[in-house]
Structure formats: C-alpha cells, structure tokens
C-alpha cells in the first residue's frame, strides 16, 4: 500500500498530497492551546475542535507536502504581528497548515484535511493515535489527564523530528514559503488586537458549560 496520502479541503478546491507518511515519519498530539482555538473560530471551524477545544495536529516535514490544485486560494492569518503562520483555503475555511518562519522546518496539519479526500484512510491507520496532549491548561473543562505538564517524551520526539528534518534537508521545497527570498507565497494577514480580543471569550480555559 502505498504511503502518499491524500490532502483536501471541505469544498475540494485545494488538494494536494503527504508524500510517505507514516506513524515514524510524524508527530501526532492534540494541542489546547488557547490561540489554536481563536484560529479556528476565526475561520469559522469550530467544529474541528474536540469537547475539550483540542486541535488534532499531525506534524510533518516542509517537503512532504506539495499541491496540485488550488494553490491559488491559500492565504494565511497571523493572531499578532510574530504569531505563528496559520494557512487555510480561502475557498471554504479549512485549515491547511501551521507554520513559524522556514528555519524551524515543520508544518503542522489539522487531521480534518486528510479526512476531506477521496481516498480518505483512518489518521489512526495513517499516523497513529496521537502521542499526547499539550497546553491543557487552557482547554475547556476539565483538562485531559496529562495535558497540563511538559510531555517529556513528545517534547523530545518533536526537536528530535524537527532537527533530523532540517539536517536531513526536508525544509525545502516548502509549500508555504519562497525559498530564495524567505518570504511567504500567499497572502498573509494580521489580526488587529480588537480582533484577537473578541475571539477570546470563545477561547478556554473556561468552564465545559460556559
């Protein structure tokens, strides 16, 4: 069987593929964090979200992903001036990818984008279960068990993913960046304060009733 998998958007617009991918070859874990939360209620997905507003977030190497259709409907939100590189399509708001500069080389992908495709396949077939959870201190009720502390092992296993990929020269080709100049492909946009104010009473750590 093959290893590449499908990627693609709600509406079918943007598609593209995750070459090898594999339970080795990636970082699975579900984050809580309050700004991944204000993302996808910026965009609209809240729906992407679990009960306790966690992100299940696959992170991959830069050059693993390519697209083949769509490219031109990309575009990114940043929650402040240096926040984190947050893609989706513009087409139907589904979230494509997180990112900081191209140097520290990983992308990290909302498992709902491989769900979209054709050849759709379990994440748990693909990936694995996810190997913890992080930031639980703003999730939303009460905290999955082992969410609020530093997960040693996961931290270890992402810098060790994160340097093997970059000394192994998986950073470029990136599907976000321009390699010669560093600067992004797409559009990117930044969030006013008002605006990242007003997404924050949607955002944990609060009460599961609230």
């Known amino acids: 069987m093959s290893r ?12 593209g593929w995750l070459r090898d991918a594999s339970p080795s070859g990636v970082n699975r874990a579900t984050c809580y964090c309050s700004d991944c939360q204000a993302f996808l209620h910026h965009l609209g997905r809240a729906d992407l979200l679990d009960e306790h507003g966690g992100s299940d977030i696959v992170q991959v190497a830069p050059s693993s992903i390519s697209f083949d259709r769509g490219s031109e409907l990309i575009a990114a939100v940043r929650l402040s ?39 759709a396949r379990p994440c748990d077939e693909v990936f694995g279960p996810p190997r913890g959870g992080i930031y639980g201190k703003f999730a939303i009720g009460e905290p999955p068990p082992g969410s609020t502390k530093p997960n040693v092992r996961l931290l270890a296993g992402m810098i060790w993913k994160f340097l093997g990929w970059k000394l192994g ?42």
């Open 4 to 15: 590449d998998v499908e990627l693609q958007c709600r509406c079918g617009k943007v598609h």
């Open 81 to 119: 001036p240096k926040g984190i590189y947050r893609w989706y399509a513009s087409c139907c708001k589904t979230p494509l990818g997180n990112t900081v500069e191209p140097h520290l080389p990983f992308v990290g992908i909302v498992t709902a984008l491989f769900q979209h495709a054709p050849s």
């Open 169 to 210: 020269g998986k950073a470029w080709p990136h599907p976000f960046f321009d390699r010669a100049s560093g600067n992004p492909k797409h559009p990117v946009t930044v969030l006013s304060r008002a605006e990242r104010d007003a997404l924050r009473p949607l955002c944990g750590p609060r009460p599961a009733s609230a």
